[in-house]
């Protein structure tokens, strides 16, 4: 297993360190990591070095369901539950105070030895302090650090999340022998995949995905240009163009659709799996900075982010294949808006320069990972879905 420093040592609010009479006993982990699904993504880049590290013990991961999807099929996580809303939630999605004490309870009867918050916010490192766990590990944010004892710098602003990430197992001495997120696909997406694209005569090897849609207002390239692009793509590159979209977003793939002046095609209605899948089987996907962004790039898809208020070098696609691309020059690169009443990081970003940036990736796309993170998983997943129970740990919510 390697030694685990941090495992020996606990920093406690005054700076004062202690060492342990032994070392503790690590037989069930829960990794945190809540919201949105790009970043349960990033988050999947954990698991593979806790196996290692931990080849007999649990591992569990906490999430929020729409995230849940990025976890199934996952060979090194045991078992997934998510966390109901909160009961005091304004946004109209919340859950019973009955509800949400029952969860606390179900949390701390799974026993967990060694808990990690990759989230680090008030919500996330109350639920590590609830878990009760011997080892809690955490980043040392404002008003968090009271739940851990192991307190990790936050380099969040400096390092992509990826390393953020791992920088909690580095904490506790946890080696990291691959840092690439992980997506997995199982067959049957994979066949349905290759069926649509028979179905529509697609040449997979000349496919190009485009997503031009973003949670984010101030993070949308515009409509226009995201149609420019396509032709561009069709007539100068010689691709099939398919435009991607999820919830709610159909009407914006439309309106690309109707703007180009090439043929191009509308992505079926897909599961976050199907997605990936589709995505897997693309030959280059373009996006704006997106969880669909981040699948493409676990797994495998040479991948162009668009980016403006996020940060390229922060939040971009992971890997060596992948480029983001950005307007140079602008000092606002970065400001994390939601929304911006001039959004000219996003305006003044051409065609051209987005065409560039896919040329780089192109000539990339034969790099050869360090890890195959977008392989087929065939055998069947160790982790248990949202209603079933594994091995003595935490019921989910509603189970009774």
């Not at 992980?182 to 529509?200: C, D, M, R």
């Not at 010689?238 to 435009?243: N, P, S, T, W």
């Not at 480029?323 to 970003?349: A, H, I, S």
């Amino acid at each position: 297993m390697g030694k685990l420093t941090g495992l020996f040592t606990s920093s406690r609010p005054g700076g004062r360190r202690f060492r342990e009479a032994k070392r503790p006993t690590v037989s069930r982990i829960l990794v945190i990591k809540l919201r949105a699904i790009g970043d349960v993504v990033l988050a999947t880049a954990v698991l593979p070095n806790l196996r290692k590290a931990f080849p007999e013990a649990e591992i569990h991961f906490l999430t929020e369901k729409p995230s849940l999807p990025v976890l199934e099929g996952n060979p090194f996580v045991d078992r997934t539950d998510i966390v109901p809303a909160d009961p005091w939630s304004r946004s109209g999605n919340t859950s019973s105070w009955a509800e949400f004490f029952q969860f606390i309870k179900r949390l701390r009867r799974a026993r967990y030895d060694l808990v990690f918050d990759l989230f680090g916010n008030p919500r996330s490192a109350w639920l590590t302090a609830w878990s009760g766990a011997g080892i809690r590990v955490g980043f040392d944010f404002r008003g968090r650090r009271f739940a851990y004892n192991r307190v990790a710098e936050p380099r969040g602003g400096r390092v992509h999340e990826v390393e953020f990430n791992l920088d909690a197992l580095r904490r506790i001495g946890v080696p990291v022998i691959d840092s690439r997120p992980l997506f997995p696909l199982g067959p049957g997406e994979v066949e349905s995949a290759g069926q649509w694209l028979s179905k529509n005569k697609i040449r997979a090897g000349k496919l190009a995905a485009l997503h031009v849609w973003g949670s984010w207002p101030a993070k949308r390239w515009g409509l226009d240009a995201f149609a420019r692009l396509g032709d561009a793509l069709v007539h100068d590159r010689g691709f099939e163009v398919v435009l991607l979209w999820g919830p709610g977003e159909k009407r914006y793939a439309e309106t690309v659709r109707d703007r180009m002046r090439r043929p191009c095609i509308l992505a079926p209605e897909l599961t976050l799996k199907g997605l990936g899948a589709l995505l897997a089987r693309c030959a280059l996907v373009v996006a704006n900075d997106s969880g669909p962004m981040h699948i493409s790039a676990a797994v495998g898809t040479p991948t162009v982010g668009i980016f403006g208020p996020t940060h390229w070098r922060l939040q971009g696609p992971y890997g060596e294949k992948n480029v983001p691309v950005f307007k140079k020059g602008m000092e606002c690169l970065g400001c994390n808006r939601l929304e911006c009443g001039d959004p000219r990081c996003m305006e003044t970003l051409g065609v051209e320069e987005v065409l560039e940036a896919v040329d780089r990736a192109l000539k990339r796309k034969n790099v050869t990972p360090r890890k195959n993170t977008g392989s087929v998983v065939k055998k069947e997943h160790r982790s248990s879905g949202p209603s079933e129970h594994r091995r003595g740990g935490m019921n989910h919510p509603g189970e009774s």
